[in-house]
T-cell receptor
Framework: DQQVKQNSPSLSVQEGRISILNCDYT??????FLWYKKYPAEGPTFLIS?????DKNEDGRFTVFLNKSAKHLSLHIVPSQPGDSAVYFC????????????FGKGTKLTVNP | NAGVMQNPRHLVRRRGQEARLRCSPM?????VYWYRQLPEEGLKFMVY????????ESGMPKERFSAEFPKEGPSILRIQQVVRGDSAAYFC?????????????FGPGTRLTVT
């Protein structure tokens, strides 16, 4: 029962262009969403988050969009840089409830110079 | 300020042996979370602990797995009588307070291989 889905296992973009990573969720109780970046042999690193009371959150080159009615969120990276090449995980949780994060399977982003 | 430390980074065990994975949270962090990542999968929550207390162990397999976070020392994830299906990367994360998801820092992981 996968409550958080990242349907694209991989994505390849050119340096300087936009990267769009998508994530869908099924549990309508989720009200807080996070994106993590992971390099090989390292732990995930927090990137950006969004609460369900917002539909957009921006931090530098990274923007997360949330569409609650569609149970869909996306991470936009503009402009993409070769150093952004990593696996990106979407995660969701219920604030005030259990502390656990529910992760998607990840999308491997490759940014080509 | 050192990050979350995990050791060993790599652990090889034969079927039936015990595996002990250690996690030292960041200084000042009293909340520890353990996650497991199977090959080609996302991270799956296992257990959430505060000092001397297990708060949520809903993701822990019912048998062979246990976790503790003593008053002094690192958090320990213990797997008894390991089987090949336990081969995975085990990550711990720590945070200074409950609900501090943006401040939940992950360690580099322990890669367990069961032969």
């Amino acid at each position: 029962d996968q409550q958080v889905k990242q349907n694209s296992p991989s994505l390849s973009v050119q340096e300087g262009r936009i990267s769009i990573l998508n994530c869908d969720y099924t549990n309508s109780m989720f009200d807080y969403f996070l994106w993590y970046k992971k390099y090989p042999a390292e732990g995930p690193t927090f990137l950006i988050s969004i609460s369900s009371i917002k539909d957009k959150n921006e931090d530098g080159r990274f923007t997360v969009f949330l569409n609650k009615s569609a149970k869909h969120l996306s991470l936009h990276i503009v402009p993409s840089q070769p150093g952004d090449s990593a696996v990106y995980f979407c995660a969701a949780t219920i604030q005030g409830g259990s502390e656990k994060l529910v992760f998607g399977k990840g999308t491997k982003l490759t940014v080509n110079p | 300020n050192a990050g979350v430390m995990q050791n060993p980074r790599h652990l090889v065990r034969r079927r039936g042996q015990e595996a002990r994975l250690r996690c030292s949270p960041m200084k000042g962090h009293s909340h520890v979370y353990w996650y497991r990542q199977l090959p080609e999968e996302g991270l799956k929550f296992m257990v959430y602990l505060q000092k001397e207390n297990i708060i949520d162990e809903s993701g822990m397999p019912k048998e062979r797995f246990s976790a503790e976070f003593p008053k002094e020392g690192p958090s320990i994830l213990r797997i008894q009588q390991v089987v090949r299906g336990d081969s995975a990367a085990y990550f711990c994360a720590s945070s200074p307070q409950s609900g501090g998801f943006d401040e939940q820092y992950f360690g580099p992981g322990t890669r367990l291989t069961v032969t």
